[in-house]
C-alpha cells in the first residue's frame, strides 16, 4: 500500500512547501485539485518537483475533455522531466451539473464528454512521443508535418507513458474498461435502484477489482504496476486510522488517498494539511 495526500486547496508556494512536508513524513504521493478557472495546478506541481527527490506528483483530478489534450501533454511532459519522472495524470470526465465549472461553456452532456475522453487518452499515447503525427478523431484532430520547428516537448521520462488513473463507474462495463487499459482505477459507483449517489464499499471496490483483472486478461495485460485507488479521510490523531485502510487493501487497493475536501479557506486548509501530514500516513504495517 502507497500513501498520497490531497492538498484541497492552496498556491504554488503552498503546495512546494507541503510536498516537501509530506516526502519528509513518509507520504508517496502529492496531488492537488485541478479547476476550471482556478490555480494551475500544473504550475503548482512544477513547485513541488522543486522542492522534493521521491514523492510522486500529479493532480486529483484532471477533467480532460475540458482540456486540449497536447496542451495536457506538454504540462505533464514539462514536470515529469522536471521530477525525474514522478507525474501520475488522474483523469475524468468533470464535474456535471455544478454551474461554478461551467462558466464558459455549456455541458454537451455526458456521452460527448466520454468521447473526448477516449479520443484524449488515446492521442496522449502519440503526444508523450517527440515526433510528429496523424490522428483524426470526431473532436480531436492533429496533421503530421515532416518537421516540427520549433519541435514538440521532450517526452516524459517515463515510458511508454506517464501512469495514467481513470475514473471508472462500477459496473459499467464501457467506463471499467477505459479504466482498465490504462495504468489505475479511480473508482466510481453508479447508484442503486432508488438512489441518487453511488457509495462505494469494499466489497464493491473488489468486485471491480476482479473484473478488471479478468479485462485485462483479454488484452494480454496483468495486474502487476496496475493501480487501485481508495480515498478516504482519517484523523491525525487517530491511532485506528490504520484499521479503516486496511479494508480497502483487503479488497485490492494499492494506493490510499487522504483527501479532506469540507474547506477551501486558504489558512484553514493549510493549517490541517500541516497537522495531517506531519502525523505521517496512516500505515497498516
Not at 504540462?75 to 464558459?104: C, H, K, P, Y
Not at 512521443?129 to 484532430?141: I, T, Y
Not at 482519517?234 to 487493501?249: F, I, M, N, Q, Y
Request: hydrophobic residues 40%.
Amino acid at each position: 500500500m502507497r500513501y498520497g495526500f490531497v492538498l484541497p486547496y492552496g498556491d504554488a508556494r503552498t503546495a512546494a512547501e507541503l510536498a516537501g512536508l509530506a516526502e519528509e513524513h513518509g507520504w508517496d504521493g502529492f496531488f492537488v485539485w485541478e479547476s476550471i478557472w482556478g490555480l494551475d495546478a500544473w504550475a503548482m506541481l512544477a513547485a513541488a518537483a522543486m522542492t522534493t527527490e521521491r514523492i510522486r506528483l500529479g493532480t486529483m483530478l484532471t477533467p480532460l475533455p475540458r482540456r486540449k489534450p497536447w496542451d495536457v501533454a506538454g504540462q505533464t511532459s514539462t514536470v515529469d522531466n522536471l521530477s525525474n519522472g514522478r507525474v501520475i495524470l488522474a483523469a475524468g470526465l468533470g464535474v456535471a451539473g455544478m454551474e461554478r465549472f461551467w462558466l464558459f461553456e455549456d455541458d454537451p452532456g455526458r456521452k460527448v464528454r466520454a468521447e473526448m475522453l477516449d479520443e484524449s487518452l488515446e492521442m496522449l499515447q502519440f503526444l508523450w512521443r517527440d515526433e510528429p503525427f496523424e490522428f483524426n478523431g470526431k473532436h480531436f484532430k492533429s496533421k503530421k508535418v515532416d518537421k516540427l520547428d520549433p519541435p514538440a516537448p521532450p517526452p516524459p521520462v517515463q515510458q511508454p507513458r506517464i501512469p495514467t488513473w481513470v475514473v471508472g463507474a462500477w459496473p459499467a462495463p464501457k467506463s471499467m474498461r477505459r479504466a482498465a487499459l490504462q495504468d489505475g482505477w479511480l473508482p466510481n459507483v453508479m447508484p442503486d435502484p432508488g438512489e441518487k449517489e453511488g457509495t462505494l464499499t469494499p466489497e464493491k471496490l473488489a468486485d471491480g477489482v476482479e473484473w478488471i483483472r479478468r479485462e485485462r486478461e483479454k488484452h494480454g495485460l496483468g495486474m502487476d504496476g496496475y493501480d487501485i485507488v481508495a480515498e478516504g479521510t482519517t484523523k491525525a490523531d487517530d491511532s485506528k486510522a490504520g484499521d479503516e485502510v486496511r479494508k480497502w487493501a483487503d479488497a485490492g487497493a494499492t494506493w490510499w488517498i487522504d483527501a479532506d475536501w469540507s474547506s477551501m479557506e486558504p489558512e484553514s486548509v493549510r493549517a490541517a494539511a500541516e497537522t495531517r501530514l506531519e502525523a505521517g500516513p496512516p500505515r497498516i504495517d
